[in-house]
């Protein structure tokens, strides 16, 4: 069990550029989020993958970000025309399905990608 | 929608002595999860100690442990014999225990305690 990786850990571009940050979960975990954490605050999910089916998107998803996760494995985030508001921590976790959890397993997280926008 | 609050943005305690974090939620639900995440400076978010609402005995995980009031929905976290590793930003989270509904899936978290352990 390797953990939730992301790539990459950090990320500086400029206003009006696109990016891109990939998460791996933890092998059978078949449950992803998505998260932003800005400086002094908690994370603030974004959005939720079941296998490859993207089940809910946060208001602050807005049109400029789109996420996938293709086979069910690995998912992307990207940012389209970035903005200065967008500098932020990525944060990406992951849990399994527990038969009975009802909503209670855990969510792992990773390192996080460190997005700056100048 | 839910909210979880944090009032202490800072707190310290000296090393082996005990310390108090707390976190109040707001909810209309019966059925939910809390849980308290530690976030050391440029590492990952861990869990440090999850609660289920319908249980009531309070959870325990080595020297963590939580004193959960769920009529007066508060959900403080304690650890004793602080150590120098204790130190970092924790975090309280809710999350729902129902899969329906807009929200199910996800933490809210509070805005976090940055604790120090002072030697």
Known sequence: DTGVSQ???HKITK????VTFRCDPIS????LYWYRQTLG???EFLTYFQNEAQLEKSRLLSDRFSAERPKGSFSTLEIQRTEQGDSAMYLCASSPRLAGARGGETQYFGPGTRLLVL | AQTVTQSQPEMSVQEAETVTLSCTYDTSESDYYLFWYKQPPSRQMILVIRQEAYKQQNATENRFSVNFQK???SFSLKISDSQLGDAA???CAYRSGSYS????YQLTFGKGTKLSVIP
Not at chain 1, 15 to 18: E, I, L, P, V
Not at chain 2, 101 to 104: F, T
């Open chain 2, 71 to 73: 009529a007066a929905k």
């Open chain 2, 89 to 91: 930003m924790y975090f």
């Open chain 1, 15 to 18: 206003r009006g550029q696109n």
């Open chain 1, 41 to 43: 605050q908690g994370p």
């Open chain 1, 7 to 9: 790539d990459p850990r």
């Open chain 2, 101 to 104: 509904g807009a929200g199910s």
């Open chain 1, 28 to 31: 059978e975990h078949n449950r």
